[in-house]
């Protein structure tokens, strides 16, 4: 069914990097929420009213917040599509993640009013009536809701669509919803126990813990996440693959939208080669780069000496000498300045985030030892950061 929908409504469905076919995906989907989720709600509420569930009510406005929550992704989806103009030269692709926002904000804030009403139905319970065909009802809910689930995580991963990851994520905490809707009234209908206002409760809760599920999802792209630790060793290798090229470090990418991103790295270059032609592998390299992986591409070349035995010497030893201390601890921008009295080694050094000031004090102090141990006459100069990137 997801491929058939896909040929029918997706022009030039392959081609995802495509901004416009992206946002085809994203309204075709928006529009199948809309359909199912009204249909669901319609049903839901009717089987409610029969029985007089409030559970059941509950569900079916959870799923009329969604139809909302399809809505607002249809304009922001649409909107997201618009290309760059003068006031947004990176063009429209957050407002995507700005929508997303507003749907988590709708689902808590229902999440918030069911839970009110369901607290009212303890302490006042009403009669229910137990009904064979809300059972069946209810379950084909639970299976359209596993479909919309599979749909959105499956053409989400496709186009890389964070808001559709997001959407499936809400779609399986609703299979879970209906599921205990359905325990509720089975438990009424078999035990004659009403638990519909406890169950409401849960439910609410299940609807508030999506939404700040969603909303936590779609706020780390706007503030700022680090870059996938995949993509990062791909632009990596991608970049030192090319001749011409001795290492890189200091890869940062900025996310402007899904598909929208822009990126700068530090490569490496012999420092005896003419600069003009390192420059015209760096400009090969960003070109290849935006039809590689879509991404704008900034290089800074970094010379550095590779036929200097002296720096080849001096850079073996402090390899070994920050081995010794953390070998998670990395150094790049290295440079030797060899006088008669003392050499200068000149670097820079990549901690793990998670140290304190006072732990790289300590580790410059324990490098800086296990290196004049070796050679009396070096000083080092450190400059030490933080890396870009984060392990999962």
Not at 1 to 21: A, C, G
Not at 74 to 82: P, Q, R, S, T
Not at 97 to 125: C, R
Not at 182 to 199: A, H, K, Q, R, T
Request: contains cysteine; aromatic residues 8%.
């Amino acid at each position: 069914m997801t491929d058939f929908l896909v040929r029918i409504f997706v022009k030039d469905y392959d081609n995802t990097e495509n901004t416009q076919v992206r946002t085809r995906y994203g309204l075709m989907t928006s529009v199948v929420g809309i359909f199912c989720n009204l249909l669901l709600f319609g049903a839901k509420l009717f089987i409610g009213l029969l029985v007089n569930s409030i559970s059941v009510m509950a569900d079916a406005f959870n799923n009329l917040s969604d139809t909302a929550s399809s809505i607002i992704g249809f304009i922001g989806v649409k909107m997201a599509g618009k290309p760059a103009d003068e006031d947004h030269p990176f063009g429209h692709g957050r407002i995507e993640y700005i929508a997303a926002f507003f749907v988590a904000f709708l689902v808590i804030q229902v999440g918030l009013t069911l839970f009110k009403t369901s607290v009212g139905k303890i302490l006042h319970p009403e009669e229910m009536t137990f009904k064979f065909v809300s059972i069946v009802v209810l379950l084909l809910s639970v299976g359209v809701k596993l479909w919309l689930a599979f749909f959105n995580r499956t053409l989400g991963k496709r186009i890389q669509s964070s808001v559709m990851k997001a959407t499936a994520a809400d779609s399986l905490g609703d299979v879970v919803t209906t599921s205990t809707t359905i325990l509720s009234i089975m438990v009424y209908g078999i035990w004659g126990v009403n638990i519909d206002g406890i169950v409401g409760v849960i439910v609410s809760g299940i609807v508030m813990w999506a939404g700040i599920s969603i909303a936590k999802d779609t706020l780390a792209p706007l503030i700022g996440e680090p870059i996938d630790p995949k993509l990062y060793e791909e632009i990596t290798q991608f970049v030192e693959n090319y001749d011409g090229i001795v290492g890189s470090h200091d890869l940062i990418v900025h996310n402007y939208g899904p598909s929208k991103s822009m990126a700068s790295i530090h490569a490496e270059v012999p420092n005896d080669v003419n600069i003009e032609v390192s420059h015209e592998i760096i400009d090969q390299i960003e070109r290849d780069a935006l039809k590689k992986f879509g991404i704008f591409l900034v290089i800074h070349m970094d010379p550095v000496a590779t036929n200097d035995s002296r720096v080849k010497e001096f850079s073996s030893i402090l390899k070994q000498a920050i081995k010794e201390t953390d070998e998670r601890v990395t150094f790049h921008d290295f440079r030797l300045i060899e006088g008669k009295e003392q050499i200068n080694l000149i670097f820079d050094l990549v901690v793990p985030r998670e140290y304190s000031k006072m732990q790289i004090e300590l580790l410059k102090e324990k490098i800086i030892k296990n290196v004049t141990e070796i050679d009396k006459r070096c000083c080092l100069v450190i400059t030490a950061e933080s890396g870009f990137l984060v392990e999962k």
